[in-house]
């Protein structure tokens, strides 16, 4: 059984958002963690830093010894912050997707997009638990 919490926001391609402020915190979840197993890159270009994305824009990418797979902004905002520690270290994200494991902070645009993301309930419906 995955860990979802109750504070945090949820993509359909696994990515979840907490928000502090108009500060958004990004990541992957408990769940995606496990189905990629061993994480052993972060494909996150420095570049994006500064840079204003779209909800649903692909930001990067994380690769697994067996597969990978493409990462999505949950919503529009303002790169400020890659996790550097993240990038150097990988695995951290299987050890604590919610904690020192996450990968981009930015700027919140419009809240209002929250809307369209899952909450906790709906997020373990959408995985099967």
């Known amino acids: 059984m ?9 993509t359909k391609t696994h990515e979840w958002i ?5 500060i958004g915190i990004i990541g992957i979840t408990d769940f995606a963690q496990k189905e990629l197993q061993d994480i052993v890159y972060f ?3 420095e570049g994006i830093i500064g840079k204003n994305l779209t909800a649903g824009e692909k930001f990067g990418y994380v690769e697994a010894v067996k597969t ?4 999505y902004l949950p919503i529009s905002g303002e790169v400020i ?3 550097k520690e993240l ?8 050890q604590d997707p919610y ?3 996450w990968i981009l902070k930015i700027k919140i645009k419009d809240k209002e997009e929250l809307k369209n993301l899952l909450n906790s309930e ?7 638990e």
């Open 87 to 94: 990038i150097n270290n990988p695995v951290i994200a299987n």
């Open 81 to 83: 912050e890659i996790n």
């Open 68 to 71: 990978a797979a493409d990462l």
């Open 43 to 45: 494909g996150i270009d």
């Open 18 to 22: 907490k928000v502090e402020g108009d």
């Open 2 to 10: 995955s860990l979802v919490l109750d504070n945090l926001y949820y």
């Open 122 to 128: 709906d997020y373990k419906k959408h995985i099967g």
């Open 99 to 101: 904690g020192k494991g």
